[in-house]
């Protein structure tokens, strides 16, 4: 099964990003349910999925989500899949590019991502696009565009972010130059893996840098650490179904 969590983010930037549903897609079935975020004030549910108990499902990718993705017929459509890391000659599931490219668009305040998950070595695994690009100084878009593939990054809690105290920085291992934040999705868990693993059990590196990208798709990072005994990713109220039939899973 692939499955994502989609995310919603109120106006008020101090409330921050919050769980309101789950996608998944298993033997060729598409499902969507909401979940105890959903309920908070502010969101009103997507169009055609109006009932927040009930549990939606369709052959199809829901427009909601298939309009997140680039369109086979744009010209950019294989620089788009490129970006990823994916093969644009046997593209993967709609999920899972979506997983990565996060369903980010500049019209609205949803994004969705995959619930990470222990790798065949019971590690904790991620692959995702470096945010905050757009805010870092010029000095830093230079030593961005200078980055190579497998170069080693460093996490930073920004525990005196103005605007975000929960936020991870991201910085160059040599001259520790600030180039960007780990997505806010992944915040809770990083300051938890941090806390609980080993330094050399936390690594971060450079996937690949995509010059020709937009800024949301310059920096493809992944991330490797210990899975701390008892650690719950994707955890809490808000992550919860709210149709009584749903068994609340966190790693698909």
């Not at 938890?192 to 920096?219: G, T, W």
Request: aromatic residues 12%; glycine residues 6%.
């Amino acid at each position: 099964m692939n499955a994502l969590f989609v995310a919603w983010r109120p106006s008020t930037p101090h409330e921050g990003w919050r769980p309101v549903g789950r996608l998944e897609h298993d033997a060729g079935l598409y499902r969507f349910y909401y979940t105890q975020g959903a309920k908070k004030p502010g969101f009103r549910p997507f169009a055609q999925m109006d009932r927040l108990d009930q549990i939606y499902e369709s052959e199809e990718l829901f427009p909601v989500f298939a309009n997140r993705l680039l369109s086979k017929s744009r010209p950019e459509y294989e620089d788009y899949l490129r970006w990823g890391g994916f093969n644009a000659a046997a593209p993967p599931d709609p999920i899972v590019i979506l997983g990565v490219t996060e369903g980010l668009r500049q019209t609205d305040a949803i994004e969705v991502f995959p619930c990470p998950q222990p790798d065949g070595n019971g590690c904790y695994f991620n692959r995702f696009f470096l945010h905050g690009i757009r805010w870092v100084p010029d000095s830093a878009q230079d030593r961005i565009a200078q980055l190579r593939k497998a170069e080693r990054l460093k996490l930073m809690l920004d525990i005196q972010n103005e605007y975000d105290s929960n936020a991870v920085a991201v910085r160059t291992d040599g001259d520790r130059t600030l180039i960007g934040y780990i997505p806010r999705y992944l915040a809770n868990d990083v300051w938890r893996l941090l806390n609980s693993c080993d330094v050399d059990f936390m690594e971060l590196f450079v996937e690949r840098v995509n010059a020709d990208a937009p800024l949301q798709n310059r920096v493809l990072c992944r991330m490797h650490a210990c899975w701390p005994d008892g650690f719950e990713p994707c955890s809490g109220k808000d992550f919860e179904p709210i149709p009584a039939n749903v068994t609340a899973r966190c790693v698909p």
